[in-house]
């Protein structure tokens, strides 16, 4: 929920007697839930207003990274990468980003967070970056099961059984933040995309076809035949950055393509801890030491889905990105680039 700046001025005039100094310089503080009985039903509801406007203008602060359960050598080297990465996203979101904060509703900005409250872990998922296998872990950690090894891509993404952070009161939400380990794992953006496009489009689906590949057909080929329109299958790489690229899109964005920037707000949650795809073994299991996982409990390298197929790296996005036209490319780069820059990826490949 977007908040005018006309509707603020008038929810601090009303609200200049009920909500203390102290309230203003932390922006977590509870405000009482009992209304006095003075207050307007306007009134309650511009209080109730602010108070959500407050709980988003988030001030990050890098906090240190407990490494107290960490008692050897072994994970030196992925340790001082870790602290350049997290010391790299601090400074470019305080340089960058600190006077343009967008303002952004509590709920919504922490909707894609999952909770495991017996290690105090909060996981951001960025769809494409692991994630699947990181719910994975996370059904263990809470003690839904016993092995990564035996849980189902379905379990994993339509049992509901693990908690987001969205769930919990203002309250519990604050308190998980502010006390909790945060983790991201993040991807190379165009390896994230092609590989976003690969498993929706070139295999079968029940979903992606009929909603998104039928109205990417309908608007952007050219003579498209019965078939192609009825079933929304065999959208081509070309098109579907049209689609991308397109500000007057026939269907809205979907999450597994949607910028980490507007996934996770790095600059907004300051997370503790950053893995990346392209490390993903080191770093996930870095991090289970970190939070007092069990020591037989390591992160999977399995591919659930497609299994036979090469993963998408850097030659297969080569090969996708040579499809389109370079000022396409360029675009493409732009619309990401801000994941770009904040997790220090290198520009993406350019010439055919």
Known sequence: MLITSQKLDRSRAV??????????????????????????????????????????????????????????????????????????????????????????????????????????????????????????????????????????????????????LDSYDLKGIHMRLKTYTKVIFVRDPMERLVSAFRDKFEHPNSYYHPVFGKSIIKKYRHNADGEALTTGSGVQFKEFIQYLLDSHRPIGMDIHWEQISKLCHPCIINYDFIGKFETLEEDANYFLRLIGAPEDLTFPNFKDRHSTEERTNSEVVRQYLAEIPATERQLTYDFYSLDYLMFNYSAPYVEP
């Not at 890098?62 to 400074?91: C, G």
């Open 15 to 164: 609200l200049t007697e009920t909500v203390s100094s102290q309230a203003n310089a932390n922006p977590f503080l509870e405000i009482a839930t009992s209304l006095t009985p003075e207050l307007s039903e306007e009134q309650q509801k511009i209080k109730l207003l602010l108070k959500q406007f407050k709980q988003v203008n988030l001030s990050p602060v890098m906090r240190p990274l407990n490494k107290s359960l960490i008692k050897d050598d072994h994970w030196k080297a992925i340790d001082e990468v870790q602290e350049k990465r997290r010391a790299f996203l601090y400074n470019f979101c305080k340089k960058y980003i600190k006077e343009r904060r967008p303002l952004i509703h509590l709920m919504r900005m922490v909707s894609r967070i999952y909770v495991e409250d017996k290690h105090k872990l909060l996981y951001c998922e960025v769809p494409k970056a692991g994630c699947s296998n990181w719910k994975r872990v996370l059904l263990v950690l809470n003690g839904l099961a016993k092995s990564t090894y035996n849980i189902t891509h379905d379990t994993v993404h339509y049992g509901r059984h693990l908690k987001k």
